[in-house]
Every structure is written in structure tokens, then in C-alpha cells.
């Protein structure tokens, strides 16, 4: 494993609240993701970030940021979460290379009521 | 865009037998990378296998193995002597060579196995 945790791990809010997940890595990956993971839609890219203060849009980027002050934190911001965003987050780190395979974290489960 | 499909939304298989999950996928790529991920009920998604696409040889990982057409743009998983920690949702994933954000994901396999 990549060293990869998550936090929370799960997370109840409601419609209209800012939230923060985090990740972190200790495995000095260069690259960092996170996705969204929907029933009949596997994982979907929201961000990605190539390097401190480097990151970019993924497929399904609406609604969400996302920061990279340090190698090994990478964090994603819903500023105002609505009922759609209800679902299973996962960030995910690679190495230098793209034959590299992505490692993940545990995940986090958020519910927006 | 990259496209993966999984055509088999939920598979059973006997315990001992063998299953195959299928994948296709759409690129104009000539090299690429195709994994195999799974995903327990505990929700971690562990690298089953992989395959580089400039590879004619199949891939195998003990009772992982995988049937690469390239020209078919297909990609299935063979998992033998099934055993019941194999069950499992199964993910089907292709990344580009040329960026290192692309990774494209299907909708998953559900796996059962019966004992």
C-alpha cells in the first residue's frame, strides 16, 4: 500500500454546508487524485494535481475544488454540497511514471441530506 | 474520449470453477495501459492485475489472467479456481500513456461466488 488515508471516513451534512475532505500520502507520490464512485458509474475524475500548488480539472469537476499546499495533502472542497454529491470519494496517488498504477485510499462515504 | 465497458453488471461462479469478466474499451491510442482492480466489501480498491499494451504476452497473476486483444480493443479477466474471498465488485480500468491524470474507469462487475 501507498501510505493513504483518508478523513473523515464517513460524513452526514446537509444541503448548502461547505466540506472538506483530506488525504494524505506518505509516499512522496508526485501525482494525486480524487475521484467519485456512483452505482453503474465506476470511479469518475473530479481533480488531479501534478505537484504542489499544480492541479487540474477532472471529467465530473462541477461543484467542487480542490488545494495542494504540500507533497502529501491533498484536500477537496464541496463549497456548498447539494443532494448530488452524496456518494463514495477516493483519493488516489501515483509515481513518477504513467505505466504506474494508481494506489487509493480507504475511501470516505459522504451523505448530503 | 477513452471509454471502458463492462458489460456484465453482476457474474456468479462455483467455488474451484473458473470465470471470465469481459472489458472492451474505445481509443485511437497505440500504447496504453489496461488494469484489473478489486473491490471487497471493505470498499479498498487492490491492483489485481495489469497489461501494457506494446506487450503481445498475456499478463498472469497466480489464478489472475487476462485474454489481450488488442485489435478487438478487448481486455477480459480469467479468474481460476475461484475461491470465496474473490467475491467482489471488479473494475476494468485504462490509462494513457501520454497524461498522467487519464485513467478511465467501467461501471464495475459485481462478482459472487457460491460455495
Known amino acids: 500500500d501507498a501510505g493513504i488515508t483518508q478523513s473523515p471516513r464517513h460524513k452526514v451534512t446537509e444541503t448548502g454546508t461547505p466540506v472538506t475532505l483530506r488525504c494524505h500520502q506518505t509516499?512522496?507520490?508526485?501525482?494525486m487524485y480524487w475521484y467519485r464512485q456512483d452505482p453503474g458509474h465506476g470511479l469518475r475524475l473530479i481533480h488531479y494535481?501534478?505537484?504542489?500548488?499544480?492541479?487540474d480539472k477532472g471529467e465530473v469537476s462541477d461543484g467542487y475544488s480542490v488545494s495542494r499546499s504540500k507533497t502529501e495533502d491533498f484536500l477537496l472542497t464541496l463549497e456548498s454540497a447539494t443532494s448530488s454529491q452524496t456518494s463514495v470519494y477516493f483519493c488516489?496517488?501515483?509515481?513518477?511514471?504513467?505505466?504506474?498504477?494508481?494506489?487509493f485510499g480507504p475511501g470516505t462515504r459522504l451523505t448530503v441530506l | 474520449a477513452q471509454t471502458v465497458t463492462q458489460s456484465q453488471p453482476e457474474m456468479s461462479v462455483q467455488e474451484a470453477e473458473t470465470v471470465t469478466l469481459s472489458c472492451t474499451y474505445d481509443?485511437?491510442?497505440?500504447?496504453?495501459?489496461l488494469f484489473w482492480y478489486k473491490q471487497p466489501p471493505s470498499r479498498q480498491m487492490i491492483l489485481v492485475i495489469r497489461?501494457?499494451?506494446?506487450?503481445?504476452q498475456n499478463a498472469t497473476e497466480n489464478r489472475f489472467s487476462v485474454n489481450f486483444q488488442k485489435a478487438a480493443k478487448s481486455f477480459s479477466l480469467k479468474i481460476s479456481d475461484s475461491q470465496l474471498g474473490d467475491a467482489a465488485m471488479y473494475f476494468c480500468?485504462?490509462?494513457?500513456?501520454?497524461?498522467?491524470?487519464?485513467?478511465?474507469f467501467g461501471a464495475g462487475t459485481r462478482l459472487t461466488v457460491k460455495p
Open positions: 494535481s501534478y505537484g504542489v500548488k499544480d492541479t
Open positions: 480500468a485504462y490509462r494513457t500513456t501520454i497524461y498522467n491524470n487519464d485513467m478511465r
Open positions: 488516489a496517488t501515483s509515481g513518477p511514471s504513467s505505466y504506474n498504477e494508481q494506489f
Open positions: 509516499e512522496n507520490h508526485r501525482y
Open positions: 481509443t485511437s491510442e497505440s500504447d496504453y495501459y
Open positions: 497489461q501494457e499494451a506494446y506487450k503481445q
